[in-house]
C-alpha cells in the first residue's frame, strides 16, 4: 500500500526488452534501505525491486515490468511522448509501513487506466489541469473524492461526464514531476479504493 505521498523523484537510467521490460531506476534512496522484493511505485504503478546498487551515477534500483503492466499504463506511450525513456523522471514512493503518517488517501500501486490530459492553465499561484478520462472509469471519480494520478494523491474540483479537473500547488509541483506534464500528455490513474468497493456493492444490489 502507498499513500500517494511522493518521497523521490527518479530518473529512467536504462530499459531493456528481456522477454518483459527491464528499467533501472536512478534514486536517492540508499541501497542498504531497499529490500530485494520490495514494492516501489513507480508513476504510481507498484512494481517489485529485483536488484539495487551504487555506481558512479549515483543510486539505483531495478524493476521488471509485464507487458501487462506497459500496455495498461503510460511507460509504453504508444500514441504520445510520455511512455518511459531514457532519462525520463518518475515519481517515486516507497511502500507504507506500520506507524507511517497517511498524508495522502490509501493508494494500491494497481493502475486502472490512463488519463489524458485536456489543458493545463495556471490559476493563482496553482496550476489547473484538466482530464479525459475513458467512460468505464469516469464513474468512480467524484467531485472532492481522491485519485492517484502518476503516483501523486490529488483531490478532484469539479466532475463532467468524463472530464475532470485538480488544481497542484508549487510546493506539488516542485516535489514531484507535474512541472513536465503538458497538454496532450496521458497519465496513470488510479481510482479511489473506496469508489472500486462501492460501486461493486451497487452492481450486486446490496
Not at 76 to 103: M, P, Q, S
Request: proline share 2%; hydrophobic share 40%.
Amino acid at each position: 500500500m502507498f499513500t500517494g505521498i511522493i518521497t523521490d523523484i527518479g530518473h529512467v537510467r536504462a530499459l531493456e526488452n528481456r522477454g518483459d521490460l527491464w528499467a533501472r531506476i536512478g534514486t536517492a534512496y540508499r541501497p542498504d534501505s531497499i529490500d530485494i522484493g520490495a514494492s516501489i511505485a513507480c508513476d504510481g504503478i507498484c512494481l517489485t525491486v529485483i536488484d539495487r546498487g551504487k555506481d558512479a551515477e549515483g543510486n539505483w534500483f531495478d524493476v521488471q515490468i509485464s507487458a501487462e503492466s506497459v500496455g495498461k499504463t503510460a511507460i509504453g506511450g504508444a500514441d504520445t511522448n510520455t511512455g518511459w525513456t531514457v532519462g525520463r523522471r518518475v515519481n517515486l514512493e516507497r511502500a507504507l509501513k506500520v506507524g507511517d503518517e497517511l498524508g495522502g488517501h490509501i493508494v494500491s500501486g494497481h493502475v486502472d487506466g490512463v488519463a489524458r490530459v485536456l489543458s493545463v492553465r495556471d490559476e493563482g499561484e496553482s496550476t489547473r489541469f484538466r482530464f479525459e478520462v475513458p467512460h468505464d472509469l469516469a464513474g468512480f471519480i467524484a467531485p472532492k473524492g481522491s485519485v492517484a494520478l502518476n503516483g501523486t494523491s490529488l483531490t478532484v474540483n469539479e466532475v463532467e461526464g468524463t472530464e475532470f479537473g485538480v488544481n497542484i500547488i508549487p510546493h506539488t509541483k516542485e516535489v514531484t514531476t507535474w512541472g513536465d506534464v503538458a497538454e496532450g500528455d496521458i497519465v496513470n490513474l488510479e481510482v479511489d479504493t473506496m469508489a472500486r468497493y462501492v460501486a461493486r456493492l451497487r452492481e450486486w444490489g446490496a
